[in-house]
């Protein structure tokens, strides 16, 4: 009979693909609030392919002008910076590369925080 041989290829193959550890899903997105002149939260530690979202305050709590800036980062990463922004906006980067990065407001030198990714 051939069908007994296929069927038990068939019943293998299964059995590998059941086998196999699952796939970690992509990493959850981390937000970071910016108040008058502090981020909320200050040190984040995610990991790679982590997509950060800055959020500025709604209109009722509207304070200072704020940006978020990519002051240093791992070797390669390209620099990022956003715009200036007082109410409802937000900005958001996909961290790729391992390592430390280090996040400022330009407009308040002691606005900083830093963000740890790693695998």
Known sequence: MRTRPVLVAVLAGAA????????????KPKTVRIYDNYFLKDR??????TTVIWRWPGFDESGDVHDVKLKSGPRGVKKFHSEAAATDFSFRRKLKVRGKYKIVCTLHEEMAMRIRVRR
Do not use: E, I, R
Not at 16 to 27: E, F, H, I, R, S
């Open 16 to 27: 590998l693909v059941c086998a196999a550890p699952a796939q970690a899903g992509k990493p």
């Open 44 to 49: 984040l530690k995610v990991k790679v392919g």
